[in-house]
């Protein structure tokens, strides 16, 4: 499927269902959705929207002005190298669902690394071609990203409270397969692409 253009990005958002977000057991209510017209897009140079490999699948979005930061959003750090396996990535979004095609709120889930051999391997018997700037996890039961997802952050968090996306969503063999991992992009692997992409749009802006 192809998507137009993005035109718009909505900050603050939990539940789609309504205009503003409240917790009736705590009796409150999140601030007012940030809606941010897009100045410009950027598609890396090698990703190709034909190959089944997905090689290079990430991008950047710059805003017409900057957001607002407040306790509904927050910024999340880029991680910037891997000197450690995790014991376990985050996933958030939209995305389908076991009982709907795109689920109103905002779900989360857990799921564990996978090897990157194994993934390999997996994805030869369907002659998709995994990768170094990819990485793979999940492979369990009902626990995955999905339709819907794509582009969301593969998260890992340290101290139980700083944030790192370590990938981006990009796409998997059906969703929540056992055995069948994920496909992200390696946020790492594009640490310098972004740098020198920020770096110039910012002062051709100036």
Known sequence: ??????????????????????????????????????????????????????????????????????????????????????????????GSTKTESVSAVKMKVSVPPFSFANCTDKYDRINVKIINKQLCAGGIKGRDSCTGDSGGPLMIVRDGKHWFAAGVVSYGLGCGKEGWPGVYTNVTSYESWIKHTVKKTISRIK
């Open 1 to 94: 499927m192809i998507l137009g253009p993005i035109h718009e990005v909505v900050l603050g958002e939990h539940n789609t269902r309504t205009k503003i977000d409240c917790d009736s057991k705590n009796k409150t209510c999140a601030e007012k959705l940030q809606v941010i017209k897009v100045k410009k897009t950027f598609v890396h140079p090698d990703y190709d929207m034909n190959s089944r490999d997905h090689h290079h699948d990430i991008g950047l979005i710059f805003l017409r002005k900057d957001a607002r930061f407040s306790s509904y959003v927050i910024p999340i750090c880029i991680l910037d190298k891997v000197d450690f396996i995790p014991f376990e990535y985050w996933l958030s979004g939209w």
